[in-house]
Each structure stands twice: as C-alpha cells, then as structure tokens.
C-alpha cells in the first residue's frame, strides 16, 4: 500500500500515480476532468483510492492549460468602498459558488486607471468570465481592453449596447417618480449632490430624470480624489439660505447613500433634519440612511440581487456555452421609491 499522508518529501506526479493505477496518464487526466464515461466503475474507484493514498493534488495551473476552465470568475467593482458594490459583490459569490464557480474580487478604486490594470490582469488570467461595473464609459473602448472571447457582464451601467448582457436599475424612471413626488410635496427646488456626472451613465441618467421635473435643480459635484471638505458643506448651506429668503422649500436629492452619510453631521449639526422646508432623499443600499431617517422617502435599490442575477445569466453561460439572446440583454431590476 502506498501511502504519503506522512511523507511530505515526495510530491507525486501524475505520471507516477498512472503508474501505480496501472492506467495511462490521459485515464488520470480523465479522471480529474470528471470525465469517467470511458472508465469503468472499477478503474474510476482504483484511481480515486490511490489518489487518495498518495496525496496527490492537482497541479491547478496545469489543469487550466489543459482544459481552458479555471472555474474562476473576475468581478470588477467600481469602488468597494461604496455599499452598492459590496453587496451586489455578496449577491454574484454567493450564485457563483452554488455553481460551482469561484468570484475573485477586482476594486477599480474610481480610479480608471487602476481599471485598466485590472482588466490587463484579468486578460493574462485563464479567467471563465467577466463581471464589471464600468468606469469606462464608452463601449467601442471598453471592447478593447476586455479580452476577446471572455464572457462578460455589465452590471450597474448602460453602454448602449447589445454585445453584452447588462443588469442595471430603472435609473432615469425611479429618479423623476421621486422628483415628481417631492415636487407634489411643495418643494421648490432641488439640489443634487453627487459625484462627477459626466461619463457615468447612472448618473447621467438620474440627473436627467431629476431635471424633468427640477430643469433647474443645482448640483454639488463631489471630487472623489479628495475627503469630503467644508467647501461643499458651505455650497449646501448657502443654497439653503438663497432658498429661504426666497421663500422656497429645499429638496436635497443624494445620488449615492455614501454622500448622503457624509453631509449627515452637518445637517444634524445645523438643525435641518426635521426642518419643514427641508428634505432629504437618496439612492439607498442598506438600513442605514432609513435608522437614521425614519421618516424619510428613499430609493430603494437592490444591489444584492442584481449582482446574482448577473451571476446566474453568467453562470448559466459558462456551464452551458450559452451565447448573449441580444432580445434579453439588458435586464432591470427596479428601485423603489419607499
């Protein structure tokens, strides 16, 4: 009887534990493949027993050469320090692994640079497939830095093309129902707090639903390079007091539940959370926002099941050799007003 349990000396080949099997080394490779339809019962359960004597492992490199399958899927998020990537990453490992697939995690940082690293990483990896939360905006060049053939999804965003699957929400829809509903409300203006607008299509797209109701809403962009800094508590406080004099009562509409905690002290230090001619809204990720402000109407996204349902339709494709039903292609999960 073979045994290495013990023996942390020898590391056994494949060839050697063909050898001691009495079966070629393309039976193993067979075997490790899960490819036993021509093996018998009696060869698969010899093989499984001296696998089992030698210690054998799996060169994994090996096995991904060999079989172009490495059961690894790249998941890109735009920056994980926002809740929404977080939790759709949550919802994509968890489908991922109940197929069998491992999700490894890439954080772009809101960096597109840093993007494009990771995406020159993820090329000259035998990754099955691709799920990515874009900073690159433009389809014709994200094409060029995805490695052809990779099966890919867009998660969170609208390239205005059918080349890939996209799983997004009801982004232009959900933001002006909100508008619509504060402007019912009695609400003058509207003061959009977000960061950059132009060249993120989630973005472009709620300010533009926001603007159908507010054509003049302000706007506070936020530079993500930098903490948030008085300069943009000053913006907000001054728009309150323009408003005021004129008499007009003050949406303030947050594009990203992170901003909005961070403007929290400030609006809790000047008195404006239960101020009658101010409100307060967001996209919202987690319970945070609505402990804070039980009273308050937010949008209610659900980050969790878009990411799963981008891992299942993926999933579904690497298991199967599916290829994209352009009919289907772009799916939406729909935020609530709540």
């Given at each position: 009887?073979?045994?290495?349990?013990?023996?942390?000396?020898?590391?056994?080949?494949?060839?050697e534990?063909?050898?001691?099997?009495?079966?070629?080394?393309?039976?193993?490779?067979?075997?490790i493949?899960?490819?036993?339809?021509?093996?018998?019962?009696?060869t698969?359960?010899?093989?499984?027993?001296?696998?089992?004597?030698?210690?054998?492992?799996?060169?994994?490199?090996?096995?991904?050469?060999?079989?172009h399958?490495?059961?690894?899927?790249?998941?890109?998020?735009?920056?994980?320090?926002d809740?929404?990537?977080?939790?759709?990453?949550?919802?994509a490992?968890s489908?991922?692994?109940?197929?069998?697939?491992?999700?490894?995690?890439f954080?772009?940082?809101?960096?597109?640079?840093?993007?494009?690293?990771?995406?020159?990483?993820?090329?000259?990896?035998?990754?099955?497939?691709?799920?990515?939360?874009?900073?690159?905006?433009?389809?014709?060049?994200?094409?060029?830095?995805?490695?052809?053939?990779?099966?890919?999804?867009?998660?969170?965003?609208?390239?205005?093309?059918?080349?890939?699957?996209?799983?997004?929400?009801?982004?232009?829809?959900?933001?002006?129902?909100t508008?619509?509903?504060?402007?019912?409300?009695?609400?003058?203006?509207?003061?959009?707090?977000?960061?950059?607008?132009?060249?993120?299509?989630?973005?472009?797209?709620?300010?533009?639903?926001i603007?159908?109701?507010?054509?003049?809403?302000?706007?506070?962009?936020?530079?993500?390079?930098?903490?948030f800094?008085?300069?943009?508590?000053?913006?907000?406080?001054?728009?309150i007091?323009?408003?005021?004099?004129?008499?007009?009562?003050?949406?303030?509409?947050?594009?990203?539940e992170?901003?909005?905690?961070?403007?929290?002290?400030t609006?809790?230090?000047?008195?404006?959370?239960?101020?009658p001619?101010?409100?307060?809204?967001?996209?919202?990720?987690?319970?945070i926002?609505?402990?804070?402000?039980?009273?308050?109407?937010?949008?209610?996204?659900?980050?969790?099941?878009?990411?799963?349902?981008?891992?299942e339709?993926?999933?579904?494709?690497?298991?199967?050799?599916?290829?994209?039903?352009?009919?289907?292609?772009?799916?939406?999960?729909?935020?609530?007003?709540?």
């Amino acid at each position: 009887m073979v045994n290495n349990r013990n023996n942390s000396e020898h590391v056994f080949t494949i060839k050697e534990v063909a050898q001691l099997a009495g079966v070629s080394s393309a039976t193993i490779s067979r075997f490790i493949n899960g490819k036993m339809n021509r093996m018998s019962k009696e060869t698969a359960a010899k093989i499984a027993n001296i696998i089992d004597q030698t210690g054998f492992v799996v060169n994994a490199t090996a096995r991904q050469l060999s079989t172009h399958n490495s059961q690894l899927v790249a998941v890109v998020a735009a920056d994980i320090d926002d809740y929404f990537s977080t939790e759709f990453f949550k919802g994509a490992s968890s489908v991922l692994e109940q197929n069998q697939l491992t999700a490894i995690l890439f954080d772009s940082n809101s960096d597109k640079k840093r993007e494009l690293t990771n995406l020159k990483i993820i090329n000259h990896q035998v990754f099955d497939g691709l799920i990515i939360q874009p900073l690159i905006n433009d389809q014709s060049e994200l094409r060029q830095e995805i490695r052809q053939g990779l099966k890919t999804i867009i998660l969170d965003r609208d390239l205005h093309t059918d080349d890939w699957t996209t799983v997004k929400t009801n982004n232009y829809g959900i933001s002006q129902q909100t508008a619509a509903y504060f402007r019912q409300q009695q609400f003058d203006d509207c003061v959009v707090v977000s960061e950059a607008i132009v060249g993120t299509s989630t973005r472009e797209d709620r300010l533009a639903g926001i603007r159908a109701i507010f054509p003049n809403a302000s706007l506070i962009e936020i530079d993500n390079s930098r903490p948030f800094i008085k300069e943009n508590e000053k913006k907000a406080l001054a728009m309150i007091a323009k408003n005021r004099a004129a008499k007009h009562k003050t949406l303030f509409f947050f594009l990203k539940e992170r901003l909005l905690l961070a403007f929290f002290p400030t609006f809790m230090h000047h008195d404006l959370l239960s101020a009658p001619d101010i409100a307060i809204t967001a996209f919202s990720d987690t319970a945070i926002v609505k402990r804070l402000l039980p009273d308050s109407k937010l949008i209610k996204q659900d980050p969790f099941l878009m990411g799963a349902t981008a891992a299942e339709i993926l999933a579904d494709r690497i298991k199967n050799q599916r290829t994209p039903n352009i009919s289907s292609n772009r799916i939406v999960i729909p935020a609530k007003l709540q």
